[in-house]
Structure formats: structure tokens, C-alpha cells
């Protein structure tokens, strides 16, 4: 399974901009990055999930380079409410790939 | 219901007794989750079930922990002669076809072993 690595903790203030950029060097050909939120006393919540380039939704933006060893999660504008702790997962594709692997997470702190 | 629910949300046990701990899928979701998350980790994979097939336990930790899904919906998570060790927060998940596929996780149990 591919071994993904982030921060392990970043602040923002409210309004600004958030890369979170996760590496995931041996990932194999058929596997999709997917990220995850998780709140306090919550289960992960799936963001977003890409496989090269772009991908946006009303949550989030996913930028995935052409060599695909590296992913940035964007969050525009946080707010208080952000305040939580990302997962990028690195697997999602063939045999065995059910057992999502989330590592520690980033744990974004948005500041007033 | 319109999501994942777990009962209990928290549970308290005293050391080498049995617990169990419910999962109710999003209805019509073929494949059901068990992951078990420590206090500042990310969650780990326990088991996998395909309806009430269960393909994969290979994360269970031990042979007290057993789980089931008898008729491919709800599923039970049992944890025989509980240790201090298995204090965690315990979540299930499901998603609409069988893996992979995007999991849609519930609230979690807290259990608590004393």
C-alpha cells in the first residue's frame, strides 16, 4: 500500500488560504489520492478524491502534479469551523484496496 | 436513517468484560466497515464485509475481537474479556457498492476499559 506523509499540524487564520501537500512517492498507477476530514467526536468525513491534475468541489481543491508523487489539498477562505484534522490516503485501487490507510492527518487549527 | 449510526456512543467496561457494539449501514450499502481509532491516531482497519460476507479481518488484533453481519445490514462488533489496551474509539463505515469505494463513517463508540 502506498505510504503517504504530511504535517502533522498547521494553523491559519479565518479568511486565508490552506495548502495542505501530502507526498505519496510509491504510488502505484491505478491508485486515486482521497482525503478526509475528521472533527472532534466524529467519524472522517471524505472531502474530495482525485487522480492527476485538478479536481474541485464545493468543499475543496485537489492538485495533483504529472508525476502524481505528491498532492495538495486546497481550502479557500477558512473559517473557524475548518478547524479539524485532514487525512490523505494514498490507496484506493485494486486488490486489498478497501483497508483505507489514514496515517496521523494534518491537524489544521484556524485562528480568529 | 440518512447516515451511518453506531450504538453505544460511549461505553465503559470493567477489565475482562464482554462488550458488543452496533453498526447501522446507510441502508441498501453492500459493504461495511470496523476501524478502531487510539486517542491522537488515525483510524486502522479491522474487518471488511461484502453483505454478510466477511472478506478481510486481518486488522482484528486479537481472537477476543469478533464481528459480524448476519443478514448484510446491521453488523455487531464484539470484544471478548476487554483489556485496558482496547480502550479506543471504535468506527464503522459503509459505503453503496462493494470496495472500493467512497466509506461513509459513523459517529464512533468510545469505549472506555477500566
Known amino acids: 500500500l502506498a505510504k503517504t506523509t504530511q504535517p502533522i499540524s498547521m494553523d491559519s487564520y479565518e479568511g486565508q488560504e490552506v495548502n495542505i501537500t501530502c507526498s505519496h512517492n510509491?504510488?502505484?498507477?491505478?491508485?486515486?489520492i482521497t482525503w478526509y476530514q475528521q472533527f472532534p467526536s466524529q467519524g472522517p468525513r471524505f472531502i474530495i478524491q482525485?487522480?492527476?491534475t485538478k479536481v474541485t468541489n464545493e468543499v475543496a481543491s485537489l492538485f495533483i502534479p504529472a508525476d502524481r508523487k505528491s498532492s495538495t489539498l486546497s481550502l479557500p477562505r477558512v473559517s473557524l469551523s475548518d478547524t479539524a484534522v485532514y487525512y490523505c490516503?494514498?490507496?484506493?485501487?485494486?486488490?486489498?484496496?478497501?483497508?483505507?490507510?489514514f496515517g496521523k492527518g494534518t491537524k489544521l487549527s484556524v485562528i480568529p | 436513517g440518512a447516515g451511518v449510526s453506531q450504538s453505544p456512543r460511549y461505553k465503559v467496561a470493567k477489565r475482562g468484560q464482554d462488550v458488543a457494539l452496533r453498526c447501522d449501514p446507510i441502508?441498501?450499502?453492500?459493504?461495511l466497515f470496523w476501524y478502531q481509532q487510539a486517542l491522537g491516531q488515525g483510524p486502522e482497519f479491522l474487518t471488511y464485509?461484502?453483505?454478510?460476507?466477511?472478506?478481510?479481518k486481518s486488522g482484528l488484533p486479537s481472537d477476543r475481537f469478533f464481528a459480524e453481519r448476519p443478514e448484510g445490514s446491521v453488523s455487531t462488533l464484539k470484544i471478548q474479556r476487554t483489556q485496558q489496551e482496547d480502550s479506543a474509539v471504535y468506527l464503522c463505515?459503509?459505503?453503496?457498492?462493494?470496495?472500493?469505494?467512497?466509506?461513509?463513517f459513523g459517529p464512533g463508540t468510545r469505549l472506555t476499559v477500566l
Open positions: 463505515a459503509s459505503s453503496l457498492r462493494q470496495a472500493p469505494d467512497t466509506q461513509y
Open positions: 510509491n504510488i502505484a498507477t491505478n491508485d486515486y
Open positions: 490516503l494514498g490507496p484506493y485501487s485494486g486488490a486489498g484496496s478497501y483497508q483505507l490507510t
Open positions: 482525485g487522480y492527476k
Open positions: 464485509f461484502q453483505n454478510e460476507a466477511q472478506l478481510d
Open positions: 441502508s441498501g450499502h453492500v459493504s
